[in-house]
């Protein structure tokens, strides 16, 4: 395989956003789901390799087919992940039920109907809130400004994670998933490396600032979590930590990482790509603006398929089993390639087109169907709704300026830096 559509190669993930889709385009039009190696990374260890799942067809069957295709032993590394990450970041997104289910049974009470309903009119406050500290500071960097600020605020005020806190949770986030982007990690790729490993300096230097996060975050739920068990409040972590079901210190900690991690990084960069396309497609701009309550569903769909702010995650085969044509083996890791999956033409008319009103958008950009399916989705399209509610309202001609800066990664399509203006 050419290294430049070779999706091991770090590199790869740097490329033109169109070279990148009509790699992946290529690898769709294959016979059978091609198998990348694995590269070295020290501390770390690594695998043989894994198999692309690229069709929208494998990714769905993947998904609900977790007694094959498992989440253990881990879900969101491609190598496994030792004991000493795991401790902050094995979360119930490695594992399959009895266990996951047990977790995602205690931890749904924060995301029932009721519940969300109650959160809407403090969603509202707080984009109001922000639109308004944008307002006065004039436009700037859409990222920090706006887009990363509402989930984070919006996960912390659920947790009862004071206001103090909330820029350290951002930065931490900002690291735990920096991935080889060296303006977060400090781990800089050698574009000339055929294999693109990383030096052992740099690895070292971004395990340290990803231990430090995980540990920083970890320390913070702890706390809040004691702290509950004296004091209750009505916030989800006292809801965590008492009752006749509930999570233990280290539980909590690693779901606290996942829910800020996966709940403000989706939503943050749903929202500052959707100014991006919105922008770039003037026409569906205004067809929104023409109809706002009756088109915003349909939009927030169409934004999640086309940007797949999560591209890809893992899964373990448990045993032989044939799928779609092609044999695995017990042992055998594959990616869950949501971002290919989401414009896969067997699947989607015209899939590289941006369209508001596309129906049926059958995509996976907030995972498979079956057990993982993300717990907050719901969340977040309010989010994503309420946000780009309020920005049309008191931005009515806001847009994002030149080329975003994008984060360099195979796992996460995220936006780091978009100048705008209003």
């Known amino acids: 395989m050419d290294t430049a559509a070779d999706l091991s190669h770090i590199p790869f993930w740097g490329l033109p956003r169109a070279e990148r889709h009509e790699a992946f385009r290529r690898l769709r039009a294959l016979d059978q789901p091609v198998f990348f190696r694995e590269n070295k990374i020290p501390f770390i260890g690594h695998g043989p390799g894994y198999y692309a799942l690229v069709r929208h067809a494998d990714v769905t069957e993947a998904s609900r087919d977790p007694a094959v295709f498992s989440s253990e032993p881990t879900a969101n590394s491609i190598p496994d992940m030792p004991r000493w990450l795991a401790v902050y970041f094995g979360s119930m997104i490695n594992m399959d039920d009895p266990r996951h289910a047990r977790l995602r049974r205690i931890v749904s009470r924060a995301f029932t109907p009721r519940i969300l309903a109650k959160m809407e009119e403090d969603l509202g406050r707080a984009a109001r809130e922000i639109v308004d500290g944008a307002v006065r500071e004039g436009p700037g960097d859409f990222v920090p400004q706006i887009a990363a600020r509402l989930p984070v605020r919006v996960i912390c005020d659920m947790m009862g994670i004071p206001a103090e806190h909330h820029d350290r949770v951002l930065r931490r986030t900002n690291t735990i998933l920096a991935n080889a982007d060296s303006e977060y990690s400090g781990v800089v790729v050698d574009p000339s490396r055929p294999d693109a490993s990383f030096g ?9 600032a990803l231990l430090r996060a995980g540990h920083d975050l970890n320390g913070l739920a702890r706390r809040l979590a004691a702290e509950r068990r004296r004091r209750p409040t009505d916030d989800l972590t006292s809801m965590l930590v008492h009752g006749e079901e509930r999570l233990t210190a280290q539980e909590l900690g690693s779901f606290f990482i996942l829910l800020v991690v ?10 500052a790509h959707g100014l991006k396309l ?4 003037p026409g569906q701009r205004a067809l929104l603006l023409e109809d706002f309550d009756g088109r915003i569903a349909g939009a927030v769909e169409e934004i999640v398929r086309h940007s797949s702010p999560v591209i890809q995650f893992r899964r ?7 799928m779609n044509g092609h044999d695995y083996r017990a042992g055998d890791k594959v990616l869950l390639f949501y971002n290919s999956a989401n414009r896969d033409e067997a699947v989607f008319r015209d899939p590289d087109v941006f369209d508001i009103t596309r129906s049926p958008n059958p995509h996976v950009g907030f995972g498979g169907p079956g057990p993982h399916y993300c717990l907050g989705a719901h969340l977040a399209r309010r989010e994503i709704t309420v946000m780009f509610r309020e920005l049309f309202d008191r931005m009515p001609a806001i847009r994002s300026v030149g080329e975003p800066s994008y984060l360099l990664s195979n796992f996460i399509n995220g936006v780091k830096h978009m100048s705008y203006r209003f």
Do not use: F, M, P, Y
């Not at 996966?262 to 929202?271: D, F, K, L, V």
């Open 316 to 322: 373990t085969v448990t045993r032989a089993h044939t």
């Open 278 to 281: 919105l922008t770039d497609h």
């Open 200 to 208: 052992r300096w740099t690895t070292a230097r971004g395990l340290v």
């Open 262 to 271: 996966a709940g403000s990084e989706t939503t943050r960069n749903a929202i």
